[in-house]
Nanobody, 114 residues
Framework: QVQLVESGGGLVEAGGSLRLSCTASGSISTVNNMGWYRQVPGKLRELVAAIGNVSTTPTYAAAVKGRCTISRDTSRNTVHLQLDKLKPEDTAMYYC???????WGRGTQVTVSS
């Protein structure tokens, strides 16, 4: 089992920034991938960004590319998501994800006001 603890999120005005963090603990695999997904009511959960601890080239969704940076602190099994130039359409519940095993955090709300 892997436990994911998220922090960050909150309410921000359009154009502002937020930083989300997620720390994994438990049965951490030598090779793993951590990332962030987001979901709004009535829609499917979608990938925001992801990064591995060995293959460290990040993956970004087109909707956030250029406004988002994902990074890892491998020694602490922590992943950070820096969100800049936020838009109202970025409003969603953001979930931390860990693979292998497909583990999810409880989610942290990001709300962007116009």
């Amino acid at each position: 089992q892997v436990q994911l603890v998220e922090s960050g999120g909150g309410l921000v005005e359009a154009g502002g920034s937020l930083r989300l963090s997620c720390t994994a603990s438990g049965s951490i695999s030598t090779v793993n991938n951590m990332g962030w997904y987001r979901q709004v009511p009535g829609k499917l959960r979608e990938l925001v960004a992801a990064i591995g601890n060995v293959s460290t080239t990040p993956t970004y969704a087109a909707a956030v590319k250029g406004r988002c940076t994902i990074s890892r602190d491998t020694s602490r099994n922590t992943v950070h998501l820096q969100l800049d130039k936020l838009k109202p359409e970025d409003t969603a519940m953001y979930y931390c994800h860990y693979y292998p095993g497909n583990f999810w955090g409880r989610g942290t709300q990001v709300t962007v006001s116009s």
